[in-house]
């Protein structure tokens, strides 16, 4: 099903698609090439997706792999699925983030996804 009131149910700007996924600019991103993966159809979160549109979402992350490599050419990446309002899922769409990073982007990289919750932080550093 596609929601009237989804708006990425509505999103018509496409970068990349397949018969059961799609990729699109992050419109807020965290670092120049921020992709969002999507299901054409809707599913509030991740684990709501059926194995086969999984698979389509994940083809279209190696996809968007390949295009960032050749346009933005990063140094790394982070893949994030946010599940829920208490993990920062603002949109009830299920999504892949696919963000490319670049050497120097930040300070120190270490820790990765890790160092975006604090309590984390203080465990690994004892």
Not at 111 to 124: E, F, N, Q, S
Request: net charge positive; with cysteine.
């Amino acid at each position: 099903m596609i929601k009237a009131d989804c708006i990425f149910c509505q999103k018509s700007e496409i970068v990349l698609e397949n018969d059961l996924a799609k990729a699109f600019w992050d419109l807020h991103p965290v670092r120049k090439g921020h992709l969002l993966i999507v299901p054409k159809q809707h599913y509030a979160t991740y684990f709501d997706i059926p194995g086969p549109t999984k698979q389509a979402m994940d083809a279209l992350l190696a996809e968007g792999k390949v295009l960032l490599d050749q346009t933005y050419q990063p140094a790394g990446y982070n893949i994030g699925i946010n599940v829920g309002a208490a993990a920062g899922q603002t949109v009830m769409h299920a999504h892949v983030h696919l963000i490319p990073r670049y050497t120097g982007d930040v300070p120190d990289p270490r820790g990765g996804v890790r160092k975006l919750i604090p309590a984390a932080v203080k465990r690994l550093l004892k």
